[in-house]
T-cell receptor
């Protein structure tokens, strides 16, 4: 596909379970971002990958959150021991350079029961 | 700390009217100010952006007005159409700093036919 894709589109899980969210960026884009969008709120930065550089993890809300990017392409956001406050839409974006020029995926809606 | 404040939270405008959304920022290191449009079930898409060296930028029916001294910027949608109904986010980025966007809380715009 030509755009950023994310899977699953929806995920319902029970409190305490681990979840993995996947992002397939646009081919050739070196920068990849994860954001979280809570109901009625703006987008909250989580983590940023740029090429082979160490990721900027400054937005991760707790050590239950982690992300990796394999081969400079696909990224996985993992949330361990999910809590109800983790319920949100998780958005991935990619770009050649510059956060503001990034293209966003449709997001994964996570619901923690 | 909320670095970009957006208002109003929701806005209803009649078809053909002018929609105005306002944002204010605190960090003077910000030097790029994009606006995003988000439709339900989709990720945000870049709509229009401005740098602080100009006071206004216009693209079709969309105009950004920028007041550097007041640290405020606004989006004006002229001749608003029902298809403009969406959630709009302002954002700010420090191009020389960390590669991440700081978003406002969003405005849900409804254009009545």
């Amino acid at each position: 596909g030509a755009g950023v894709s994310q899977s699953p589109s929806n995920k319902v899980t029970e409190k305490g379970k681990d979840v993995e969210l996947r992002c397939d960026p646009i081919s050739g884009h070196t920068a990849l971002y994860w954001y979280r969008q809570s109901l009625g709120q703006g987008l909250e930065f989580l983590i940023y990958f740029q090429g082979n550089s160490a990721p900027d993890k400054s937005g991760l809300p707790s050590d239950r959150f982690s992300a990796e990017r394999t081969g400079g392409s696909v990224s996985t956001l993992t949330i361990q021991r999910t809590q109800q406050e983790d319920s949100a839409v998780y958005l991935c974006a990619s770009s050649f350079t510059g956060a503001s020029l990034a293209f966003f995926g449709p997001g994964t809606r996570l619901t923690v029961l | 700390q909320q670095q970009v404040k957006q208002s109003p939270q929701s806005l209803i405008v009649q078809k053909g009217g002018i929609s105005i959304i306002n944002c204010a920022y605190e960090n003077t290191a910000f030097d790029y100010f994009p606006w995003y449009q988000q439709f339900p079930g989709k990720g945000p898409a870049l709509l229009i952006a401005i740098r602080p060296d100009v006071s206004e930028k216009k693209e079709g029916r969309f105009t950004i007005s920028f007041n550097k001294s007041a640290k405020q910027f606004s989006l004006h949608i002229m001749d608003s159409q029902p298809g403009d109904s969406a959630t709009y986010f302002c954002a700010a980025e420090a191009l020389q700093g960390a590669q991440k966007l700081v978003f406002g809380q969003g405005t849900r715009l409804t254009i009545n036919p």
